[in-house]
């Protein structure tokens, strides 16, 4: 782990939660989001306007407190958008975002009546009462229009690598015939964002695109905006991201962030490294491959339970402990008790 990771630097990290939200999840920073959006769809479609359709982070379970934070939006020509951080590494990392994103379309078809009410109050831009919108709501031509759909957009930040993907910084997924490539169905489509294999200068970065991404991988260590970075776009995060600007809530709501992430790659990195250090130690005495790998998972495991017990005299919660280690409450439970 790069010693920069524990800095902490005049603007807030967009890898943590509060810093994500304040970024890219309040109505100020709308603007920001949908240059970002734009820049990434660049040729493809342009977005003016968009709403928030849900206000806070509505993660699955508790373990997903921590590692995801997500965006739902309305455009202002009917297209809904995922955004969504993805802190760290979890197993069916990508049957978890088409799950995410088959919930969404799912939705358009369960709350037509919702759907089409927002979409009219974004593209009026006033709400509608429930009566107005009965009035002025056109009967169904047929069965099949129920079916129609909106574009289902997911755009996902990554500060890992996925093995499931390609060993680049940007894949870009549709449903599309497998022999001719041509795409099937336009609504669904999925852009996965690899920071980690980001790896410009900025010097070498030379559209917005590219500035925007450098920004968001390097800012958390940075005293100022550097000089190269003249588009307003970069202006108004220099004020909305800087850490002294923020309300007391948010500082503090800020501090325990940043305090979780940080524990959070600390564990990771100590628990990689004994690990593979044990187990390779182990894998040589046997002189066998299966040596090697039983050797790395024992390593990993006995490190885990002694991160575990050390967080345990710590006063971290189970939940906290299980979160940081990768181990299931039970486990966690049983580790700290014996």
């Known amino acids: 782990m790069d010693n920069m990771d524990l800095t902490c630097g005049h603007f807030v990290n967009p890898f943590t939660d509060i810093g994500f939200k304040i970024i890219f999840g309040q109505p100020a920073s709308k603007e920001l989001l949908i240059t970002l959006l734009n820049e990434l769809l660049a040729g493809e479609h342009r977005i003016e ?41 979890h197993s069916s990392f990508l049957d978890r ?22 979409e009219r ?14 009035l002025s709501e056109p009967m169904q031509e047929n069965y099949g229009s129920r079916y129609k759909l909106s574009t289902v957009y997911g755009i996902f930040l990554m500060n890992f690598r996925e093995p499931g993907l390609e060993e680049k910084f940007r894949t870009d997924t549709v449903i599309a015939d497998r022999e001719s490539g041509k795409v ?43 000089d190269a970075l003249k588009e307003q776009v970069f202006n108004r995060l220099e004020e909305l991201a800087a850490v002294a600007n923020l309300s007391l809530e948010d500082r503090i709501a800020y501090d325990k962030a940043l305090d979780r992430y940080r524990v959070s790659r600390i564990v990771e990195e100590d628990a990689r490294e004994a690990g593979w250090k044990k187990g390779l130690a182990e894998g040589r005495a046997e002189g066998r491959a299966e040596g090697l790998a039983e050797g790395l998972a024992e390593g990993q495991a006995k490190e885990k339970v002694a991160i575990a017990r050390n967080l345990k005299s ?20 049983s580790t700290v008790n014996n």
């Open 49 to 89: 306007n968009l709403i928030f359709l849900d206000k806070e982070n509505h993660s699955d379970s508790m373990a997903d407190a921590g590692i995801i934070y997500d965006l739902y939006c309305l455009t202002d020509t009917g297209e809904y958008i995922i955004v969504e951080m993805q802190n760290r590494f």
């Open 97 to 118: 975002t088409l799950f995410y994103m088959c919930r969404a379309i799912g939705r358009q078809v369960e709350n037509l009546r919702e759907k089409r009410r927002k």
């Open 121 to 134: 109050e974004l593209q009026t831009g006033k709400p509608e009462t429930e009566e107005d919108f009965l």
């Open 184 to 226: 099937v169905n336009p609504h669904f489509r999925q852009i996965f964002l690899q920071f980690p294999y980001f790896t410009k200068e900025l010097k070498d970065c030379e559209t917005l695109y590219d500035k925007l991404i450098y920004t968001l991988k390097n800012m958390q260590h940075w005293n100022r905006m550097p």
């Open 314 to 333: 710590l006063g971290l919660s189970t939940a906290q402990i299980a979160q940081a280690t990768g181990l299931t409450e039970e486990e966690v439970e």
